[in-house]
């Protein structure tokens, strides 16, 4: 329920003595710990509504309201709570994460798990008090015949739930049944195996799921989520990119943005443009791609700005993160919608060429777009309130990039044909 705490903008939150220490990560929540346990949930309302409050009931055990109209339980808190056609819009935040803390834990896990970092780690989390799973002692066995490194989250106490989050973001994968690190893993960059509970005690799962199982009444088999943990660890991993830039005038910013460029990228001419005026042709998205694809070099094609600096390890990072997702974005700070840098793995975008919509560079909403575009893929929020904000895995945080403030281009052609050409493939993607 914590996205629509988010979605609130703030909110009070009465909760549980032994869970309440989780919502600490959440700068936009304010505690109200309660001394009694989930099986007092209609004393809590009543707890709540003595205090004035208005409070909004989104437990599903013990409710009054016994019905199942949604295909999991997940979705009927937010039914009931009011809000079932807001579900899972906001992306999953924890703002008061201790960088510190969660390098400790990581450091403490790779000691008393015997982690070996020139081997892939792969994370198990195997207790669930609401959702046991009857094999886990035969996942384990079958993922430690593996050269790798198993870590069993079971065997990890955390000072804060939240902590774990730094921990998923290191290991190669998670494989996770169905309790608490598989909903943690929504606000994480970590691809996943799940292994969820059958009909409407099964988990939502989230958009970081790459292979998706079920308990099957405890008659599921083993081999197959094994074999999907070897997909994604087999996955080979990307080095060197190409830059896919198109090259304007040579100013101040541009100068000071290609000291971070690992080259320089030559001047191209594009078999297309777009005419927006008798003085204004503008290049096509694809046409600048297709040049970078053509170079034959990298394996990761990075698109930006003329005049994007890449922080330092900002390239690694890129890399880093489409080994293990093949796409991704970033905005230029927290505070601005707009996205100026995009990378594909080149096996990728060769491959979903086709399907990439067709927008005008240098024209207004031709990053949202695309942002869109690589959102549906992972049936991430796409709608442009949505792109405000930062939707693990295909959003990167912020700080990877820079871009100098400097008056938009666009502002004076936002009724432009180009922009209106970009405007009509946001509306009907």
């Known amino acids: 329920m914590i996205p629509l705490a988010k979605a609130f903008g703030r909110v009070r939150w009465l909760a549980g003595v032994e869970f309440a220490d989780t919502l600490e990560g959440c700068s936009y929540i304010d505690i109200e710990r309660y001394p009694r346990g989930p099986n007092h949930f209609m004393a809590a309302m009543e707890f709540a509504r003595g205090k004035g409050w208005n409070p909004i009931g989104a437990q599903v055990y013990t409710n009054p309201d016994k019905r199942k109209l949604c295909e999991s339980y997940n979705k009927e ?48 989390s195997t207790k669930s008090m609401s959702s046991p799973f009857p094999k886990i002692f035969e996942l384990l066995a079958k993922l430690r015949a593996l050269d790798i490194n198993v870590v069993d989250l079971g065997k990890v106490k955390a000072w804060r739930v939240f902590d774990l989050i730094g921990v998923i973001d290191r290991a190669a994968c998670l494989v996770s049944i169905d309790t608490m690190p598989l909903h ?55 080095e060197g990119v190409v830059l896919a830039v198109d090259m304007g005038q040579l100013g101040d910013r541009q100068r000071k943005a290609q000291l971070s460029w690992p080259y320089i990228p030559e001047k191209a001419s594009y078999p297309r443009m777009h005419k927006d005026s008798e003085t204004r042709t503008l290049p096509f998205m694809k046409d600048v791609l297709q040049h970078a694809l053509d170079s034959r070099e990298g394996d990761v094609v990075v698109w930006t700005n003329d005049d994007v600096t890449f922080t330092d390890g ?97 502002l004076p052609h936002q009724t432009s044909p180009s922009a209106r050409h970009n405007e009509e493939l946001f509306r009907t993607l």
Request: with cysteine; glycine share 6%.
């Open 184 to 238: 943690l893993a929504r606000a994480s960059y970590t691809p996943m195996v799940t292994i969820t509970n059958d009909g409407w005690c099964g988990s939502v799962c989230p958009p970081q799921a790459v292979f998706k199982h079920r308990y099957e009444t405890g008659s599921v088999a083993i081999d197959p989520i094994i074999e999907s943990a070897e997909k994604v660890l087999s996955k080979p991993k990307a």
């Open 77 to 124: 808190s937010w039914r009931l709570a009011g809000y079932l056609n807001e579900f899972h819009k906001m992306p999953l935040i924890f703002d008061k994460r201790d960088l510190g803390r969660e390098q400790e834990l990581w450091d403490k896990i790779c000691k008393d798990q015997f982690v070996d970092l020139s081997k892939p780690t792969v994370l198990v």
């Open 314 to 410: 900002g390239l690694e990072q890129i890399t880093t993160h489409a080994s293990k997702w093949d796409f991704g974005c970033v905005r230029r700070s927290a505070n601005h919608i707009g996205r100026d840098c995009f990378w594909f793995r080149r096996g990728w975008l060769a491959d979903h060429f086709v399907s990439m919509p067709d927008v005008v560079l240098s024209a207004p909403a031709c990053d949202l777009v695309i942002a869109k575009w690589l959102r549906k893929m992972r049936g991430l929020p796409h709608d442009l309130e949505s792109m405000n904000y930062d939707y693990p895995p295909v959003d990167y945080p912020p700080g990877i990039i820079y871009h100098e403030y400097h008056e938009s281009s666009w």
